[in-house]
T-cell receptor, first 116, second 118 residues
């Protein structure tokens, strides 16, 4: 079945540091890939997505590129801020091609802590 | 756009009572809504897929008689936790999928409902 693997956290960075959160996946068909962010006590917010190979999703300084050859969708940001502290989830949607009804498969989440 | 609301945001109830949680898509129609449960510091566990006008599809291990789901309109789905017990205490999150097109594989999430059963 489909699966998503994320690097374990927590990741602790100083403000303005470069961020990379690794995400790899296994899937049949042609999944769409997503990054969601969850702030404490809140639901998930869509951060960015990519629907096909070589697409780059970007939002709020974050970006991730859909790499089919390495089955990866790593999240990057050039300069993090304290306000970026949250849990980040990588996810894939099977697009309905395997009858999964567009279900999302989530990684375990990576907690990011940004300190001054 | 693509805003999903949940009500209530938190609820405390006594053991044995039932609790209803509403999930609404505010500015779009959602033919499919999903209900998740999240334990502290863990990922989301899909409980069921709710399709407008039909019975929900439950994931393996989820008791359909305990977690009643109704999706009566294109903008509203409800989850009722029946005869709640302390082990049902959790953070429940819904999501809604935009109907149609390639955008149809994007889910938009509600803010979640914190349920505490005493």
């Amino acid at each position: 079945g489909d699966s998503v693997t994320q690097m374990e956290g927590p990741v602790t960075l100083s403000e303005e540091a470069f961020l990379t959160i690794n995400c790899t996946y296994t899937a049949t068909g042609y999944p769409s890939l997503f990054w969601y962010v969850q702030y404490p006590g809140e639901g998930l917010q869509l951060l960015l997505k990519a629907t096909k190979a070589d697409d780059k999703g970007s939002n709020k300084g974050f970006e991730a590129t859909y790499r089919k050859e390495t089955t990866s969708f790593h999240l990057e940001k050039g300069s993090v801020q304290v306000s970026d502290s949250a849990v980040y989830f990588c996810a894939l949607s099977d697009g309905g091609f395997t009858g999964g009804g567009n279900k999302l498969t989530f990684g375990t989440g990576t907690q990011l802590k940004v300190e001054l | 756009g693509a805003v999903v609301s949940q009500h209530p945001s938190w609820v405390i109830c006594k053991s044995g009572t039932s609790v209803k949680i509403e999930c609404r898509s505010l500015d779009f129609q959602a033919t499919t809504m999903f209900w998740y449960r999240q334990f502290p510091k863990q990922s989301l566990m899909l409980m069921a897929t709710s399709n407008e006008g039909s019975k929900a599809t439950y994931e393996q291990g989820v008791e359909k008689d305990k977690f009643l789901i109704n999706h009566a309109s294109l903008t509203l789905s409800t989850l009722t936790v029946t005869s709640a017990h302390p082990e049902d205490s959790s953070f429940y999150i819904c999501s809604a999928r935009v109907a149609g097109g390639r955008e149809g594989d994007t889910q938009y999430f509600g803010p979640g409902t914190r349920l505490t059963v005493l």
